[in-house]
C-alpha cells in the first residue's frame, strides 16, 4: 500500500483542536497505557503517526478515532505533553466535517463566529417559518395556536426531516466508500457485529475500562460513562416520546377515524418527562466537569463541544418549562415564544447531525460495527 506524504494535512487537523503530535518521538507509551488498545485497533500511536505524515486517506477512513472515548489517561502519561486524547477527538472532528456535504462544517468547527452567526442565521429562520396563524386545530388542547401552531410544527419538521435525510445520504455514501467496511461484510458475521455494538450502546461497556484502569477512582455520578449514557438514553427517550405523541395526536386520528382526538397522552408525557430529567442531569454534570476542569479528558473544550452541550441544556430546560405550561394550563405570549425557540432550536440541532459533534451518534455505531465486524471476521 502506497501512502502519500503531505505535512499540509496535519496543519489542518490543528485547527480542530488543542494538541501538538510533533512534539511526539513516537514512544508507543500512549498504545501502552491506553486501556482499549487491542489487536487490531491499536491507537492512538498509529494515528499519530499517520498525522506526522500527512496520510489523509487513511486517516479519514480510520475507525481508531472513534473507538476512543477520551479518557485522557495517554495524555496524563505523554512525556512530551503532545496531548494525544485531544488528538484522537480532533481527528474525530475532521472526519465528521470532511462527511459533510455542504462543507458548512468544515466552517464551524474552524471558526467560532461563523458557527455563531450561522447558528443564530438559520435559528431565525427556522422560527420565522414555525410562526403562523391559526392552524386547522389538529391538536384542540394545543396552547400555543396564536404564534405556532401544532400542524406548522409537524409542517416545518417534516421539511427538516426530509432534508437531514438526504444530506445523511449523501454523508453515508461517502462513509461507506471510503471506510471499506463491504470488504469485511457477510450475513453473519454482520448480525453478531450488530448485536455486539447494540450491546455496546445500550452500555458502553468499553468506556467503563477506562474507569476501571484510572489512578484516580470516582464517583459514579462523576463517571464520564455514565453521564454519557444519561445524555444519549435522556435523548432516545425524548425522542421516543416525541414520535408516540405525534402518532397519537396527528396520524391515528387520520389513518383510524375511529381514533378519536386526544388532547395529552400519558404515556408519551412520562417518557419525555422522565428522559429529559436524565438528560438535563447528564448535560448538567458534562458541563460542570467542562467548568471545572476537574478531570484531563474535559480540560480542554472546543466550542464544538460548547455548542452542544449548551443546545442540549436550553432545550431541556424550555422543554420543562413548557410541560409546566402545558400541566397547568397556563398560556401566555411569553409561554409562545419559549415554545419558538425550543421548537426552533431543537430542529436546529436535527438538521445539524452531519456537521456537529452530534455526529458522533451516527458514525461512531457506524465505526463500531465496522471493527466488531472485522474482529468477527478474524475469530471466525
Known amino acids: 500500500m502506497t501512502i502519500k506524504v503531505n505535512p499540509q494535512v496535519l496543519n489542518d487537523i490543528r485547527k480542530y483542536g488543542a494538541f501538538d503530535i510533533s512534539a511526539c518521538f513516537n514512544c508507543g507509551n500512549c498504545t501502552a497505557v491506553c486501556p482499549l488498545s487491542e489487536d487490531g485497533a491499536s491507537f492512538p500511536r498509529k494515528m499519530i503517526r499517520y498525522g506526522q505524515i500527512g496520510a489523509r486517506e487513511e486517516i479519514l477512513k480510520a475507525k481508531e478515532p472513534w473507538l476512543c472515548y477520551y479518557c485522557a489517561e495517554c495524555s496524563e502519561t505523554c512525556p512530551r505533553q503532545a496531548e ?8 474525530r472532528r475532521y472526519q465528521i466535517a470532511n462527511l459533510d456535504p455542504t462543507g458548512l462544517g468544515k ?19 427556522l422560527g420565522t417559518l414555525l410562526i403562523k396563524g391559526d ?4 391538536f384542540p388542547g394545543w396552547l400555543f395556536h396564536d404564534l405556532v401552531p401544532y400542524d406548522t410544527i409537524h409542517n416545518v419538521g417534516i421539511g427538516v426531516a426530509a432534508l437531514l435525510t438526504v444530506l445523511m445520504l449523501m454523508s453515508f455514501f461517502v462513509l461507506i466508500r471510503r471506510s471499506e467496511i463491504l470488504k469485511d461484510f457477510n450475513a453473519n458475521s454482520f448480525m453478531q457485529a450488530t448485536a455486539d455494538v447494540a450491546r455496546e450502546l445500550g452500555t458502553m461497556k468499553r468506556h467503563g475500562k477506562c474507569r476501571e484502569q484510572a489512578v484516580k477512582k470516582t464517583s459514579w455520578y462523576k463517571d464520564h460513562r455514565y453521564i454519557h449514557l444519561a445524555i444519549m438514553w435522556g435523548f432516545l427517550m425524548l425522542l421516543a416520546a416525541t414520535t408516540l405523541n405525534f402518532f397519537v395526536i396527528f396520524l391515528a386520528p387520520q389513518m383510524f377515524p375511529g381514533f378519536g382526538q386526544l388532547t395529552v397522552f400519558y404515556p408519551a408525557r412520562v417518557i419525555g418527562t422522565i428522559g429529559g430529567l436524565v438528560m438535563l442531569w447528564g448535560v448538567s454534570a458534562a458541563i460542570w466537569k467542562r467548568f471545572t476542569a476537574s478531570e484531563r479528558g474535559s480540560a480542554i473544550t472546543q466550542f464544538s463541544d460548547a455548542w452542544l452541550l449548551g443546545y442540549l441544556w436550553v432545550l431541556a430546560l424550555t422543554g420543562f418549562w413548557l410541560e409546566v405550561v402545558v400541566t397547568v394550563r397556563t398560556p401566555s405570549s411569553g409561554n409562545n415564544w419559549v415554545l419558538l425557540v425550543h421548537a426552533a432550536m431543537a430542529m436546529q440541532l436535527v438538521l445539524f447531525v452531519g456537521m456537529t459533534k452530534l455526529g458522533h451518534a451516527v458514525y461512531r455505531p457506524f465505526m463500531l460495527l465496522k471493527h466488531a465486524m472485522q474482529r468477527r471476521g478474524v475469530s471466525s
Request: charged share 5%; no cysteine.
Open 135 to 138: 392552524g386547522t386545530g389538529v
Open 84 to 91: 494525544p486524547g485531544e488528538y484522537m477527538a480532533a481527528v
Open 107 to 125: 466552517l464551524m468547527y474552524k471558526n467560532t463566529w461563523f458557527a455563531i452567526v450561522f447558528s443564530i442565521i438559520t435559528s431565525a429562520a
